[in-house]
Structures are given as C-alpha cells and as structure tokens.
C-alpha cells in the first residue's frame, strides 16, 4: 500500500502524546517521511506510530539513580539511621592523608648526605 502527499495516516504525534490523525507531507521511497498532525498542526518525522523513546538527560538520571541507591540504603538498613552515613564518611579521607608525611623524614636523610659529602 503507497501512500501519497495529503493521505490521512496515523502516527503517534510527540505534542498531542497520543497516536493521532496525520497528513501525510513528505515522501521517501513511497513512505511517509514527515506528517502533519491534524489536531496541533505540528509536523515531524514519521514515526511509524511508535512513541519515542523517553529521554533522560545525564543529570537527572544521576539524580534518580542518587534517589535509587538512597532507598536501597535505607531498605537494607530497615530503618533511616543519621550516625551510621557519617561515621563512614569521616574514616574515609583519613588514609589518603597519611602518605603524604612519608617523604619528608626522606629527604632529610638525603639532604644531609650531601651536606656531609661536601664537607
Ligand atoms: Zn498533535
């Protein structure tokens, strides 16, 4: 079955959310290409009357996966508790800052090698 510029078809229009009666405005390769919404007039891509694909931008996906994990926590836990988060996040910074000590009794030592071979 071909379709012609001006047939009626439906296809899911992404303003009326909803499957809706289009006109057909583009052709390509005897298929629709674009159609025209008949209710908002709005025209876009033929879609096959499949609903696009919910998009989620980066932020709001780590927003609800941060949400996720949350819940997950507090239903592993059984109930909310304050103390626990904390304490956790406290001990974690403590082993990061202690190599940073190590080198200086170092290089000490090898400062006053030189010194005493120069003298
Ligand atoms: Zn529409």
Known sequence: MRSRLGDDIDDFCVK???VMNHLVVSLLNDE?????CRTC??????RHEQAPPPKI???KAALI???LDKAAAAASDGAPVDGA??????AAPL?????V???APVAARVSARKSARAK
């Open 16 to 18: 009326c959310k909803r």
């Open 32 to 36: 629709p290409a674009k159609v025209r």
């Open 41 to 46: 007039h709005g025209d876009h891509d033929f």
């Open 57 to 59: 931008d980066a932020r």
């Open 65 to 67: 996966q941060a949400a």
């Open 85 to 90: 988060p904390v304490d956790e996040m406290s």
């Open 95 to 99: 082993p990061a800052e202690t190599p």
């Open 101 to 103: 000590e190590v080198p």
